[in-house]
């Protein structure tokens, strides 16, 4: 890196500040600026690892010159900024000192022979972020939030994730009648309906449905659904966190499928 790519700005009211403050702070401004920004060592450790190419890495005065190369190398231009106002822009109680921009990348197509996680209208931001945590853990590839579900790209959500957006297909802002295009098995969970999920002979790939915290599933995903599975509760809980019933059920679907592969029909 040459001196003339580092840029050093103290300005609160500089306009480079004024945007990232935006994306760090409001859950939609990313659809807005086309960018999406990483905050931590962990997210931009993801983010080099799937070999994004940081559009601008920031760092606090503080930590500049303690930055590791390989951190400062990747990016195609570096930021400087005064420690109170990297503190001012963080989303974190504890700001992390470093963060990448990363261009927002390009919508993508529903996939219909990927297995999938279907959010509707999850509206938690860290339920959010667990699940597409599960989703890539457990081999499924793509998750599809219908309108009225939280940004998927929104800062809590990715802190959430924890680097697992860099590895997923992420459609935003789809109608139930998109799911029509699937071509696997709809599966949704009910706490009175269908066999217990680990009695239940789950198709591979597939895609499982996961609903409204308070409200679950919607009837128009409901109406599309091939099976319905039950997580028992013998504790005795009315339900369970969406983002644990997303674990057990994409975990569930994982271990049936490395076991006994079936095909979808």
Not at 103 to 126: H, K, M
Not at 226 to 236: C, F, K, M, N, T
Not at 257 to 265: E, S, W, Y
């Amino acid at each position: 890196m040459t001196s003339s790519s580092i840029t050093h700005i103290q300005s609160r009211d500089n306009a480079f500040v004024k945007d990232l403050r935006r994306l760090a702070q409001d859950s939609t401004a990313y659809r807005k600026q086309g960018r999406v920004w990483l905050e931590g060592d962990h997210l931009c450790r993801a983010a080099l690892a799937r070999g994004v190419v940081p559009a601008i890495a920031v760092f606090s005065a503080s930590f500049w010159p303690l930055v590791p190369a390989q951190y400062a190398q990747s990016a195609i231009k570096i930021i400087v900024l005064a420690d109170a106002l990297f503190a001012d822009i963080s989303g974190l109680e504890s700001p992390a000192h470093m963060g990448y921009l990363m261009d927002l990348p390009a919508a993508p197509a529903l996939a219909p022979l990927t297995a999938a996680v279907v959010l509707d209208r999850v509206q938690d931001a860290g339920n959010v972020g667990s699940i597409l945590r599960s989703a890539a853990a457990f081999g499924f590839g793509q998750v599809l939030a219908l309108k009225g579900t939280a940004a998927l790209w929104a800062p809590k959500v990715l802190r959430a994730g924890m680097g697992a957006h860099l590895g997923l297909r992420l459609v935003e802002g789809l109608e139930p009648e998109a799911l029509a295009a699937l071509q696997m098995p709809l599966i949704i969970t009910s706490s009175h309906q269908g066999a217990l999920v680990q009695h239940q002979r789950l198709p591979w790939p597939c895609a499982w449905a996961l609903g409204h915290e308070g409200q679950g599933v919607g009837e128009a995903v409901a109406a599309r659904a091939a099976l319905s599975v039950r997580i028992g509760q013998p504790g005795g809980e009315e339900s369970l966190n969406v983002a644990a019933a997303a674990a057990i059920c994409l975990h569930a679907s994982a271990v049936g499928a490395t076991a006994a592969p079936t095909q979808a029909h």
